[in-house]
């Protein structure tokens, strides 16, 4: 399949090369990107065990890369991708960061932020869902699936 540069799936493929990154440190593969004005700012991958942190998930260490690449704690103007939808810790970060809009691939109904009744989410932030779903969730379900 030959991806247009500049659509949402071009940047999510970007997002899954990150989640790979994260399977070959037997990660959870879950990869994320921060785009602006059709430039990646940040790249990102799930680094729980890494760092033995239990907040240093994919979007997390994107919206810290993404500030000190535009030297503020501001995301305006700024698109997460994220191969999985963010749980609520990390939605609850892109209010704070104030992010624009997030991608995501494949979704989360046991902890994903869209399970809550209550958005959280800034007001202002789009989101659109299952772009190269798929394939994000087929890395994901790999990886369980070797666990077991």
Sequence with gaps: ?????????????????????????????????????????????????????????????AYTAAANSIGGKYLNDCTLYCTLEPCVMCAGASFWAQITKIVYGASDPERGFSRLKQNVLHPKTMVIKGVLEQESSEILSSFFRNKR
């Design 1 to 61: 399949m030959d991806v247009l540069k500049y659509t949402d799936e071009y940047f999510m493929k970007e997002a899954l090369k990150e989640a790979h990154k994260a399977l070959e440190k037997d990660e959870i593969p879950v990869g994320a990107i921060i785009v602006t004005n059709n430039r990646i700012i940040a790249r990102a991958h799930n680094l729980t065990e890494t760092l033995n942190d239990v907040t240093a998930h994919a979007e997390m260490q």
